[in-house]
T-cell receptor
Framework: AQSVTQLGSHVSVSEGALVLLRCNYS??????LFWYVQYPNQGLQLLLK??????LVKGINGFEAEFKKSETSFHLTKPSAHMSDAAEYFC???????????FGKGTRLHILP | EAQVTQNPRYLITVTGKKLTVTCSQN?????MSWYRQDPGLGLRQIYY???????DKGDVPEGYKVSRKEKRNFPLILESPSPNQTSLYFC???????????FGNGTRLTVT
């Protein structure tokens, strides 16, 4: 069965610092991986997705994620945090066998001035 | 504009009073799904539908019903709401294969 683990329910970084949000997955077949962002009082928006075309995936708002099969990881990074990045971030996994998407529990990102 | 529309955004009701949360998408997506979001638990799938007249249980279906009579609509029905169904609900749809989900803006339900 697939699963997703996001390390850290809350992460705080200073404005201008590196953002690193961790996601590890388990899947017995090559997965599809997604990062979504949720701003206050809004639904989830797609940040980026991995579908096996390239291991480094660039998304919106300067975010990127690297698929590392050996580590079963898909960590999300941004070189320089901005106050507007404060939100909750969800990692999700699905695979070719079915249409089920499994979400992690989410990481709330706080940006310190 | 491509979107998933949920109504209402906010709903306060009392235990046992039947309610329906509507969801509509304009992207001709076959797949639609309902999730509930609770602090510390992330998103949990309630029901999903692969196509018209085809629905399946997700991880937390107890106390909920759905129907899919038309491709664009996927209402969520609570026949007898209870306080433990107080939550933030999201409808989502997706296209073919492993396309990403498109989410509505959510419905915050409070059952007293």
């Amino acid at each position: 069965a697939q699963s997703v683990t996001q390390l850290g329910s809350h992460v705080s970084v200073s404005e201008g610092a590196l953002v690193l949000l961790r996601c590890n997955y388990s899947s017995s077949v090559p997965p599809y991986l997604f990062w979504y962002v949720q701003y206050p009082n809004q639904g989830l928006q797609l940040l980026l997705k991995y579908t096996s075309a390239a291991t480094l995936v660039k998304g919106i708002n300067g975010f990127e994620a690297e698929f590392k099969k050996s580590e079963t990881s898909f960590h999300l990074t941004k070189p320089s945090a901005h106050m507007s990045d404060a939100a909750e971030y969800f990692c999700a996994v699905s695979d070719v066998r079915d249409d089920k998407i499994i979400f992690g529990k989410g990481t709330r990102l706080h940006i310190l001035p | 504009e491509a979107q998933v529309t949920q109504n209402p955004r906010y709903l306060i009701t009392v235990t046992g009073k039947k309610l329906t949360v509507t969801c509509s998408q304009n992207m001709n997506h076959e797949y639609m799904s309902w999730y509930r979001q609770d602090p510390g638990l992330g998103l949990r799938q309630i029901y999903y539908s692969m196509n018209v007249e085809v629905t399946d249980k997700g991880d937390v279906p107890e106390g909920y019903k759905v129907s899919r009579k038309e491709k664009r609509n996927f209402p969520l029905i609570l026949e007898s709401p209870s306080p433990n169904q107080t939550s933030l609900y999201f409808c989502a749809s997706r296209g073919q294969g492993n396309s990403p989900l498109h989410f509505g803006n959510g419905t915050r339900l409070t059952v007293t």
